[in-house]
């Protein structure tokens, strides 16, 4: 599990008070940089390998300006896809949750790639069964 | 349906040269608009009548700078919930569908109420199995 | 004179009920996209020929949702920079204005270069004077 | 002087791979943060004591996917208005740096008010001259 604190930031609440719906998948984009790294340790963007196929997010709670820490786990691990779960924690209530599907990539030639064997075994440490 | 037409901005896109996916979720609460003036024609903040629970959102085609046409439908009419469906299209591919779920809310009390009957009428104009 | 029009979105106020002060320069980067197609009117991102230098804006009056209209102007034509004058208006008031200084580029070998003469010329035809 | 280290995160980038020269005022915003708490310690939203004036960027060279460190220092201190000074520095490198007016604001009335002594004690501990 990867695990990262933020400081609300006052340009993302909204005319609500709260924080804008529309900034949960940037936290999350975000949280997910570690394992980014697993496949591209320098974030080189020129062999960038993945691409977002899809999210799913739960708005369990309002989050106000304060501290939040977002947890990350691995859900899911296929062929060339696999999943993130992940969770936004407000003062010890979670607030939001949330699913999303990255695709091992290459952008020269628009297709997906089996995951490396290597960074699969390192996906494998951060399935959320294991926690 | 509702329609609305946005060029891209280029803040909007990121180091992979296309759109962010956390763009997506911008566009859509921006083309849902129409709807939120269904329940508060003024757009009163003080009485604002609605909450995000969830979106769930495809990338099915990357995105990049020049124009794009935003639909939007109803897709789902319940008590105190209701269904949004909306479309990402540009140059004539369907580039992302995402499905949001509202809630009729009461930000005073902290509960969700039943969606009155004229909106509720409003909001049956715009289901998408009419389209 | 450039002139756009943009419906405020929901996200981009924050919890004061009005615009974010960061919205500003979003909205003054879009509105010169009729700018960068003087220098590059297909917008091609492999020979972008613009960097920006500095920026600075005066909030007049608070930004509500509703709808903004951004005119732009050219302030000033040196020999590889220029100068970007730019409005944000509010139901008559002028609620924001800035003042932008962007390069001519090449991002290849990060210099600076002259302003071509035909890009010059169509630049002198917005010069906020002639207005 | 006060500082906060950030990661820069994916989306804060744009088409050219750098970060976006409009994320630099929301990292300055972010920055003031321990500056809105001397005047308002708990972040009260109902009596928020600030406004923005205007603010003023200079881009000194381009930011890439990494970390960065923003430095805050108070520039000056009038009767209701006061001066923030700000730069973001990244791999050793001074790449932005900024000032911000703001103001001690009253929203109810819409009226500047002078800071409050104890306020401006507070302020002055942390002018830039003094570092």
Same mark, same amino acid.
């Given at each position: 599990?990867?695990?990262?604190?933020?400081?609300?930031?006052?340009?993302?609440?909204?005319?609500?008070?709260?924080?804008?719906?529309?900034?949960?998948?940037?936290?999350?984009?975000?949280?997910?940089?570690?394992?980014?790294?697993?496949?591209?340790?320098?974030?080189?963007?020129?062999?960038?390998?993945? @691409?977002?196929? =899809?999210?799913?997010?739960? #708005?369990?709670?309002? &989050?106000?300006? /304060? !501290?939040?820490?977002?947890?990350?786990?691995?859900?899911?691990?296929?062929?060339?896809?696999?999943?993130?779960?992940?969770?936004?924690?407000?003062?010890?209530?979670?607030?939001?949750?949330?699913?999303?599907?990255?695709?091992?990539?290459?952008?020269?030639?628009?297709?997906?790639?089996? @995951?490396?064997? =290597?960074?699969?075994?390192? #996906?494998?440490?951060? &399935?959320?069964? /294991? !926690?």
């Amino acid at each position: 599990m990867f695990e990262e604190v933020y400081k609300v930031r006052f340009y993302e609440t909204d005319a609500l008070k709260h924080v804008s719906n529309t900034v949960i998948v940037q936290w999350f984009e975000a949280a997910r940089e570690p394992i980014f790294k697993l496949f591209t340790p320098d974030l080189n963007l020129d062999t960038w390998p993945l @691409i977002l196929a =899809n999210y799913k997010v739960d #708005l369990l709670k309002q &989050i106000f300006l /304060g !501290e939040v820490t977002i947890k990350t786990w691995i859900s899911r691990i296929g062929n060339s896809s696999f999943g993130i779960y992940q969770e936004v924690w407000q003062n010890g209530h979670k607030c939001s949750s949330g699913e999303t599907t990255m695709v091992h990539f290459n952008y020269q030639n628009s297709c997906s790639e089996a @995951i490396p064997e =290597n960074v699969r075994a390192l #996906l494998e440490e951060h &399935i959320i069964a /294991g !926690e």
